[in-house]
């Protein structure tokens, strides 16, 4: 027969306890039946392989936790390993692996033993990655999920008794609908690794994109506040023309203390009226900015006031319509001023009892909705008006601290100018080294700037290289999707099929499966649903349940693509109340389907009541268990 990848084959069990063997079963490939009374054992038998597999929350019987470990020596793609996990109830056993086969493992001395933790970690690998590695498979992740498990794939590939009505998955304290749909497209060849992995990849580059334009964002904000361009040549030209003013000014210095002479049209002129004129203007600019900032701050606190007194006749206006209705319905018996008895209006009549005024006058409530509105749009323009007011004192505060330093400039140049004396040399001189001190400044800024510029030039260049990668990581994932959609379509539709085919062979005892024209299934909702119905009889639960499974195994016979490892159990297959001869049908459907197979596979279940036609040593392991022999010998 052929051998697909992956194949999982359980050669042998063996399960001990205070180092003497209480359970050793041969399986071999094919159809496997364990047999045996209720209760003497059967279902414990596969709860021990699927515990020693990697399986979570088994039901363990009290016999089975006086035992001290399980073996199981499994075949995974032909090659023969030996697998060993404690029998306890507690969670996330480790499981020890050895390389080879059951009769070296129990000759090799324990250090030839690896023992892997259900959970990897940095520096070690998880049991499942180790048995995943041999399967050839890849490991597993749903998006948002830890790494899947071999407990998460054996609870569709062990359908145990305690999970009677779940159709596909077996019951799981952390069930949901995310892991379910993982394993299921896991299992079915849905999955793509390389899917994941440019998923994986997205996502992270999303996130690189999202910071890079956040930084971005960051900067230009600053700049737009602070009226700052950034350009590369623009600075570049900045920065040439300075060092070519500077170069200048140094030769000019330096000219200036040799020859000790200045030129004729350097030499200094009265420039006290140009000083002064230009310190008035700056006064009078500081003295308009406090201006108007003070007189923006007194017109913004008039608005809020008057905004607070819009928002306080709104509430009145509130509180009077409901004064209104409240107390417009009250009689008075007598009058409040005279204390005269007061004649009750007649029925029909619409009158004030007191004033005789007509009640209900609807031009009262119109007059209150007319006034409401003109309140609201008064209170929105207002509230705009304050908006704009604060966006130009904002500017306005932020422009002060610049015009204040220039007229602390100009204050000191006239100073300067007016209260001392120097010759034309010296005043030359100090203009120049000011100057030339002026522009090391504005150099340097210059270039912390051009690297700023420069910073940002090239944060856009990686922001723009990450898109471009982006964009092709989506066409890759479009692509992965595409074929990813044809392969569950194949899957969906040979399960199906399977599924259909082998309900029509039950006897004529569920309308549905007679015809069984439509089935559907969903890992995600964890339901198998056949011409529109996902609820049957407890017998025909029972029987759609391993019929379900028993497809998914044949699929993967037809499908070298899918991942389920051509490996399955089955328990409880006469249990929901399945009356005897149906019990035997639906047996011998299984036997009947699994002949037809032409790769090798491993399909284990147990009967408490096995068809006359399948008692025989092709297809029976183990000995019959009964309740005087159960399959545990504990005490023997």
């Known amino acids: 027969m052929t051998l697909l990848s992956p194949t999982l084959i359980v050669n042998e069990l063996a399960v001990f306890k205070d180092g003497r063997n209480t359970l050793a079963i041969s399986f071999h ?15 414990t038998t596969l709860d021990f392989i699927a515990h020693t597999l990697g399986a979570e929350d088994i039901p ?18 032909g090659r023969r390993v030996t697998l060993r996990r404690d029998v306890n109830d507690s969670r996330q056993q480790p499981m020890y692996i050895f390389w080879g086969a059951l009769d070296e493992a129990m000759r090799a001395p324990i250090t030839a033993w690896e023992l892997y933790p259900f959970r990897r970690s940095q520096n070690k690998l998880s049991f499942t990655q180790s048995l995943l590695v041999a399967l050839d498979l890849p490991e597993a992740q749903g998006d948002g999920a830890s790494n899947l498990t071999m407990h998460q794939f054996l609870r569709v590939m062990y359908a145990d008794q305690p999970s009677l009505h779940s159709p596909i998955f077996r019951i799981d304290s952390f069930d949901n609908a995310l892991t379910r749909e993982t394993v299921g497209n896991y299992l079915s060849g849905v999955y793509n690794d390389k899917l994941y992995s440019a998923q994986l990849s997205k996502r992270e580059l999303e996130k690189e994109i999202s910071q890079a334009d956040s930084e971005l964002k960051s ?9 700052q361009d950034i350009n590369m040549e ?15 000014l140094l030769a000019e210095l330096a000219r200036m203390k040799v020859e000790r002479t200045v030129e004729r049209d350097k030499k200094r002129t009265s420039d006290e009226g140009p000083l002064r004129a230009a310190l008035d203007s700056a006064k009078k600019g500081l003295a308009t900015s406090l201006d108007a900032i003070a007189r923006l701050e007194f017109e913004l606190q008039d608005s809020r006031n008057f905004v607070q007194e819009i928002e306080s006749r709104l509430l009145r206006l509130d509180e009077s319509e409901t004064t209104r209705s409240y107390f417009g319905s009250v009689a008075f018996n007598f009058c409040p001023c005279c204390l005269a008895e007061v004649k009750p209006p007649s029925a029909a009549s619409e009158q004030c009892a007191l004033c005789k005024s007509p009640l209900h006058d609807p031009s009262g409530e119109t007059q209150i909705l007319r006034m409401r509105n003109e309140l609201r749009i008064q209170l929105r323009e207002s509230t705009a008006l ?4 604060e966006s130009e004192l904002r500017l306005l505060r932020t422009s002060v601290p610049s015009v204040r330093q220039e007229l602390r400039s100009l204050e000191g140049k006239y100073l300067e100018a007016t209260q001392s004396w120097s010759s034309d040399l010296e005043t030359a001189i100090e203009a120049a080294s000011r100057e030339t001190g002026s522009l090391d400044q504005e150099i340097k800024g210059l270039y912390e700037n051009q690297k700023l510029a420069g910073a940002i030039k090239d944060l856009q260049i990686r922001r723009d290289a990450l898109l471009q990668k982006l964009s092709e990581l989506d066409s890759l994932i479009e692509s992965l999707r595409y074929a990813q959609d044809g392969t569950k379509r194949d899957v969906a539709l040979t399960v199906a099929n399977s599924v259909s085919r082998l309900l029509k062979q039950d006897f004529k005892r569920q309308e549905e499966f007679k015809s069984a024209e439509h089935v559907q299934f969903s890992f995600i909702d964890n339901q198998v ?23 998914l195994l044949s699929a ?7 991942r389920f490892p051509r490996f399955l159990m089955l328990d409880g297959i006469e249990d929901g109340g399945m009356e005897l001869a149906r019990a035997y049908h639906l047996q011998e459907i299984i ?3 699994c002949a037809s197979y032409e790769v090798d596979y491993q399909l284990i279940f147990a009967t408490s009541q096995i068809s006359p036609s399948l008692n025989n040593e092709r297809f029976v392991v183990g000995r019959s268990f009964t309740e005087d022999h159960k399959s545990l010998e504990i005490l023997a």
């Open 556 to 562: 993967s016979t037809k499908l070298p693509a899918m």
């Open 591 to 593: 036997a009947t389907e």
């Open 219 to 227: 900067i230009f904000t600053v700049l737009a506040k602070s009226k």
């Open 386 to 389: 304050i908006n704009a007011r």
């Open 529 to 551: 649903i056949v011409d529109g119905s996902a609820k049957f009889s407890e017998s025909s639960t029972v029987f759609l349940r391993h019929i379900f499974h028993l497809a």
């Open 60 to 77: 363990w019987k009290k016999e089975a936790l006086l035992c001290d470990y399980s073996i199981v020596e499994v075949s995974l793609n």
């Open 29 to 43: 490939k094919g159809l496997n039946i364990l047999r045996g009374q209720n209760s003497s054992g059967k279902t």
């Open 234 to 248: 623009f600075f570049g030209q900045q920065i040439l023309e300075a060092e070519r003013r500077r170069t200048f």
